[in-house]
DNA sequence: TGCCAGGCCCTCTTTAGGGCCTT
């Protein structure tokens, strides 16, 4: 997939992990992910993959994800060079981007890869345009704007899916707000704007 | 043994502290 600044046009990951931190060691243990053009899902990515190492009774009971199914996955390295196939050169999201921008580039650099596009984070750009959400937790997000939902949390592509869906509500109520679609650079921008000058972004993006 | 991240964002701020998010 090659690069584009549609912001309807880009792929949606969520990783599921053995921490909080790769650089204290942990690893990543699920990737799933939503490729969406125009607005529309048109393939989807979802991989366990076995970091090596045992993961916690915590993480177990939190993702429901057993030693036992990580013993029967592909290493780390196969599944990431599977999924920098998938994602080419494409723009990504994630929620709380920064948590998965680590563990991306952590995973990606033992294989000597890096990402190709950029990356925007759909809790930064909901905090900002739905500021009266009781918080924003994705799990919150999903019931407060009733976006769609199987009831799977913590799950790598039940996860991506609710994020896509969350993705293109953001889209949506910026388009409500003006005669134009914004771009993916558009939402890098927005994610990156003070309360105090957000009206005035809103306003230049949607009527530029 | 004990502890463990990091970026964002608000405020009783900026010479700082603490809650929110992610697993």
């Known amino acids: 997939m090659t690069a584009t600044d549609d912001a309807r046009t880009c792929i949606i990951f969520d990783f599921e992990t053995t921490g909080l931190s790769p650089a204290q060691g942990d690893r990543s243990i699920e990737i799933g992910a939503v490729r969406i053009e125009g607005g ?6 979802q991989s366990l993959m076995d970091p090596g190492v045992p993961v916690s009774p915590f993480i177990e009971e939190y993702t429901g994800i ?5 013993d029967e996955a592909e290493p780390c390295e196969v599944v990431m060079e599977r999924f920098a196939l998938f994602a080419g050169e494409a ?3 994630a929620h709380n981007a920064s ?3 680590r563990f991306l580039e952590a995973e990606y650099a033992r294989i000597d890869r890096q990402p190709g596009g950029s990356l925007a984070c759909s809790l ?3 905090r900002r345009l ?4 009781p918080n924003h937790r994705l799990g919150t997000l999903v019931e407060h704007l009733d976006l769609p939902s199987d009831g799977t949390f913590h799950r790598a592509l039940a996860d991506a899916e609710m994020t896509s869906a969350l993705w293109l509500r ?3 109520l910026l388009a409500e707000r003006g005669p134009r679609d914004v771009t993916f650079s558009d939402m890098v921008r927005l994610c990156q704007t003070n309360k105090a000058d957000l009206n005035k972004l809103v306003d230049q993006l949607c009527h530029a």
């Open 170 to 172: 953001l889209l949506d």
């Open 99 to 101: 948590f998965d921008r």
């Open 124 to 126: 930064l750009a909901a």
């Open 130 to 133: 739905c500021p009266t959400a």
């Open 40 to 45: 529309v899902p048109v393939a989807r990515f």
């Open 91 to 93: 723009n990504l999201v």
């Open 66 to 70: 057993s030693n036992a199914m990580l």
